[in-house]
T-cell receptor, first 112, second 115 residues
Framework: GDSVTQMEGPVTLSEEAFLTINCTYT??????LFWYVQYPGEGLQLLLK?????DKGSNKGFEATYRKETTSFHLEKGSVQVSDSAVYFC???????????FGTGTLLAVQP | DTEVTQTPKHLVMGMTNKKSLKCEQH?????MYWYKQKAKKPPELMFV???????INESVPSRFSPECPNSSLLNLHLHALQPEDSALYLC??????????????FGSGTRLTVV
């Protein structure tokens, strides 16, 4: 069935460090891919998305590129801030079930 | 309006109580979803409504009863819950199930505690 594997956390970085959170997926067909962010005590917010191969989603300095050949959608940011501290979820949709499937989530803690 | 609004934000209920969670959106979305999220875990899908009809029930116990009175509203009726049902309950919507590749919009959730 459809599944997603996400980098284990927590990831602890200093402010202005480079961030990568890895995500790979298994799905039937060509799913759309999403990154959601959940700040402490809040619901989920859509961070960025890509709907076809080689698309690059970007928002708030975060980027991720849809890599069909490696079935990956890694999240990157060049310079993280304390305010980026949150849990990040990789989530493909589509395939056989057309449902949003969440990875386990990666907790990012950015220290001043 | 680009929001999904959930009420209440917090709810404490006893195991013999009956309560309801409410979710509302005015984006014209025709698919709506209930998710359950335990601490430090990803959200788990409970129910999917498509055009006001129940489309998916992920084998959820009958003490959870969803209802979609119209295209903008989604309720989750709770009865005889157990302490292990304590969690964050998230509502989401999308344009429709077939065009869900635009993404889901989530509400901020109801934090439920069963005592």
């Amino acid at each position: 069935g459809d599944s997603v594997t996400q980098m284990e956390g927590p990831v602890t970085l200093s402010e202005e460090a480079f961030l990568t959170i890895n995500c790979t997926y298994t799905a039937t067909g060509y799913p759309s891919l999403f990154w959601y962010v959940q700040y402490p005590g809040e619901g989920l917010q859509l961070l960025l998305k890509a709907t076809k191969a080689d698309d690059k989603g970007s928002n708030k300095g975060f980027e991720a590129t849809y890599r069909k050949e490696t079935t990956s959608f890694h999240l990157e940011k060049g310079s993280v801030q304390v305010s980026d501290s949150a849990v990040y979820f990789c989530a493909p949709i589509g395939g056989a079930t057309n449902k949003l499937i969440f990875g386990t989530g990666t907790l990012l803690a950015v220290q001043p | 309006d680009t929001e999904v609004t959930q009420t209440p934000k917090h709810l404490v209920m006893g195991m013999t109580n009956k309560k309801s969670l409410k979710c509302e959106q005015h984006m014209g979305h025709r698919a709506m979803y209930w998710y359950k999220q335990k601490a430090k875990k990803p959200p788990e899908l409970m129910f999917v409504y498509s055009y006001e009809k129940l489309s998916i029930n992920e084998s959820v116990p009958s003490r959870f009863s969803p209802e979609c009175p119209n295209s903008s509203l989604l309720n989750l009726h709770l009865h005889a819950l157990q302490p292990e049902d304590s969690a964050l309950y998230l509502c989401a919507s999308s344009q429709d199930r077939d065009r869900a590749n635009y993404g889901y919009t989530f509400g901020s959730g109801t934090r439920l505690t069963v005592v």
